[in-house]
């Protein structure tokens, strides 16, 4: 039996925690639910430190990712927490230029 690979990783550190997706593609909706389990999973352990997601491998996603990092910016906030999107590819980056995500998220 093959052991499924999370679709993240995580690293956690004394004042942030460091999340790198995995997937170039995430596309399907049992994606991004399983992307969601393992975020909150992650928020839980971060307590009120920042939270980096780092884009790094990802070049493509759907408009129900964006709703999803919505959701999590604004579950990070409630903990007291901060959100920090990097390393996103030009075309991801145009994309929060065009949902105007760019005035709700810190992208560096």
Same mark, same amino acid.
């Given at each position: 039996m093959d052991q499924k690979q999370s679709p993240i990783k995580a690293e956690y550190g004394?004042? #942030? /925690?460091?999340?790198?997706f995995e997937d170039e593609q995430i596309l399907e909706e049992a994606q991004i639910r399983e992307l969601h389990k393992s975020l909150e999973?992650?928020?839980?352990k971060n307590q009120?430190?920042?939270?980096v997601l780092n884009f790094a491998?990802?070049?493509? #996603? /759907?408009?129900?990712m964006l709703g999803l990092l919505?959701?999590?910016?604004?579950?990070?906030?409630e903990r007291?927490?901060?959100?920090e999107l990097r390393n996103l590819?030009?075309?991801l980056h145009?994309?929060?230029?065009?949902t105007q995500l760019t005035k709700i998220f810190n992208i560096s």
């Open positions: 004394i004042d #942030m /925690t460091f999340v790198t999973s992650v928020i839980e009120e430190n920042q939270l491998n990802v070049r493509f #996603m /759907t408009s129900a919505v959701r999590i910016h604004k579950r990070v906030g007291g927490g901060k959100l590819d030009k075309n145009k994309l929060f230029e065009i």
